[in-house]
């Protein structure tokens, strides 16, 4: 009978060593998922201040764009006006020298009849005046008729003189509006492929995040496993030993339809993602709710406002990039993101057509296109219903 007791407590106390073993073991793997667990989340959060200080330096380049393209557009607008002056300029010039042209052979000419009749013509005709007084006014006109040409000529001379310093200083002055836009066009292109680079580079912090988030997950249902098993352990721990150390328990963490509006980007009509839930090629949603229209349309493409009214605000977002809206009266207001370049300030009235933007990608925003929107009373509504 002792022998059997002595069994029996042997194998109560081997299983109650075993248990204990196990549970000591599965908490120090607890404690080394805990370590992994606190070095993913670590690691996550050291990728989103990566990833928001390559946005705020993304939004940076997207302002030097900004700037870029406005200077490009309005670097352009001198070109044309300067390059009509240089027209105009060499029309001037042309009906100057024809002028200069037509007087240098009157007095040819007239050099020409006194040369050819000699002084007897000019002494006859003062010879037969028929008083002194005639006399006297044929000799004044001779004088005058000759010191007019020389005026005349001078003054042609002169005036053909300015015509064409003025038309080199045009020349000159858009020879260099042409280099300045190559400067800018060459610096719109490097900033162009920074911006490209940073997006790669916030894409690759989104995957780096979503990647320790699933790690994150992947521990955390260890973590839960482990307790779990620990909490077993515990228990059958008891059943054999009232009196064997307990293993601590890991808590865990705790406008009016229609109204004659026109399309906002004349260039383009490529609709590339349509207003509501965004749907995948079966039909499905896979998104969430898109508040407009997308436009795909090249960049510098004109953007107008749809329908005459007040600008309401026209600034930069670091979501919606350069964007305006503008108010139309009765609670409606058209939306216009991720423009290059603003065009139209706050508080403007535009009519409608009018240029108020260039067509870009700045903001959140993978690729050049307008995102065109309306809102009624606050709540964005289907652009389609004004614009077609």
Same mark, same amino acid.
């Given at each position: 009978?002792?022998?059997?007791?002595?069994?029996?407590?042997?194998?109560?106390?081997?299983?109650?060593?075993?248990?204990?073993?196990?549970?000591?073991?599965?908490?120090?793997?607890?404690?080394?998922?805990?370590?992994? &667990?606190?070095?993913?989340?670590?690691?996550? @959060?050291?990728?989103?201040?990566?990833?928001? !200080?390559?946005?705020?330096?993304?939004?940076?380049?997207?302002?030097?764009?900004?700037?870029? +393209?406005?200077?490009?557009?309005?670097?352009?607008?001198?070109?044309?006006?300067?390059?009509?002056?240089?027209?105009?300029?060499? &029309?001037?010039?042309?009906?100057?020298?024809?002028?200069?042209? @037509?007087?240098?052979?009157?007095?040819?000419?007239?050099?020409?009849?006194?040369?050819?009749?000699?002084?007897?013509?000019?002494?006859?005709?003062?010879?037969?005046?028929? +008083?002194?007084?005639?006399?006297?006014?044929?000799?004044?006109?001779?004088?005058?008729?000759?010191?007019?040409?020389?005026?005349?000529?001078?003054?042609?001379?002169? #005036?053909?003189?300015?015509?064409? *310093? =003025? &038309?080199?200083?045009?020349?000159?002055?858009?020879?260099?509006?042409?280099?300045?836009?190559?400067?800018? *066009?060459?610096? &719109?292109?490097?900033?162009?492929?920074?911006?490209?680079?940073?997006?790669?580079?916030?894409?690759?912090?989104?995957?780096?995040?979503?990647?320790?988030?699933?790690? !994150?997950?992947?521990?955390?249902?260890?973590?839960?496993?482990?307790?779990?098993?620990?909490?077993?352990?515990?228990?059958? !721990?008891?059943?054999?030993?009232?009196? =064997?150390?307990?293993?601590?328990?890991?808590?865990?963490?705790?406008?009016?339809?229609?109204?004659?509006? #026109?399309?906002?980007?004349?260039?383009?009509?490529?609709?590339? $993602?349509?207003?509501?839930?965004?749907?995948?090629?079966?039909?499905? $949603?896979?998104?969430?709710?898109? +508040?407009?229209?997308?436009?795909?349309?090249?960049?510098?493409?004109?953007?107008?406002?749809?329908?005459?009214?007040?600008?309401?605000?026209?600034?930069? +977002? $670091? #979501?919606?990039?350069?964007?305006?809206?503008?108010?139309?009266?009765?609670?409606?207001?058209?939306?216009?993101?991720?423009?290059?370049?603003?065009?139209?300030?706050?508080? *403007?009235?535009?009519?409608?057509?009018?240029?108020?933007?260039?067509?870009?990608?700045?903001?959140?925003? #993978?690729?050049?296109?307008?995102?065109?929107?309306?809102?009624?009373?606050?709540?964005?509504?289907?652009?389609?219903?004004?614009?077609?």
């Amino acid at each position: 009978m002792k022998k059997i007791f002595k069994t029996i407590l042997s194998l109560v106390l081997v299983a109650s060593l075993s248990l204990t073993s196990i549970a000591i073991v599965k908490s120090d793997k607890m404690k080394d998922l805990k370590k992994q &667990k606190e070095s993913v989340q670590a690691k996550k @959060e050291n990728y989103k201040k990566k990833k928001s !200080e390559a946005k705020k330096y993304l939004n940076t380049v997207d302002k030097q764009l900004t700037n870029v +393209s406005t200077q490009i557009y309005e670097n352009e607008k001198k070109l044309n006006k300067t390059e009509k002056d240089i027209t105009k300029t060499k &029309k001037k010039l042309t009906k100057a020298k024809e002028s200069v042209k @037509e007087q240098n052979q009157d007095m040819q000419k007239r050099i020409q009849f006194m040369y050819e009749n000699g002084d007897s013509e000019m002494l006859d005709m003062l010879l037969n005046s028929k +008083s002194i007084t005639d006399f006297l006014n044929k000799a004044e006109y001779i004088t005058e008729l000759s010191s007019y040409d020389r005026k005349m000529f001078n003054k042609l001379k002169s #005036t053909q003189d300015k015509i064409a *310093k =003025a &038309k080199k200083t045009l020349s000159d002055e858009k020879d260099n509006l042409i280099a300045l836009q190559e400067k800018q *066009k060459s610096e &719109k292109a490097s900033l162009k492929k920074l911006e490209a680079s940073k997006k790669k580079e916030l894409s690759g912090y989104d995957d780096l995040i979503s990647n320790t988030e699933a790690s !994150e997950k992947k521990i955390a249902a260890e973590i839960a496993a482990q307790q779990a098993a620990i909490q077993q352990a515990e228990q059958a !721990e008891k059943q054999y030993n009232q009196e =064997a150390a307990k293993t601590p328990k890991y808590k865990g963490s705790k406008g009016t339809p229609g109204g004659g509006w #026109t399309w906002p980007c004349p260039s383009s009509h490529t609709i590339t $993602s349509e207003f509501g839930y965004r749907k995948d090629p079966f039909g499905k $949603s896979s998104g969430g709710f898109h +508040s407009g229209i997308d436009i795909g349309a090249s960049a510098g493409a004109p953007v107008v406002a749809a329908s005459a009214g007040t600008v309401a605000w026209s600034n930069f +977002s $670091s #979501t919606a990039g350069n964007w305006i809206g503008i108010s139309h009266g009765n609670g409606v207001v058209s939306v216009y993101m991720h423009m290059s370049s603003l065009i139209a300030p706050a508080g *403007k009235h535009v009519n409608k057509g009018e240029t108020i933007g260039l067509v870009g990608t700045t903001g959140s925003s #993978t690729g050049n296109h307008l995102h065109f929107g309306v809102q009624l009373n606050g709540s964005y509504v289907n652009p389609h219903s004004y614009v077609g």
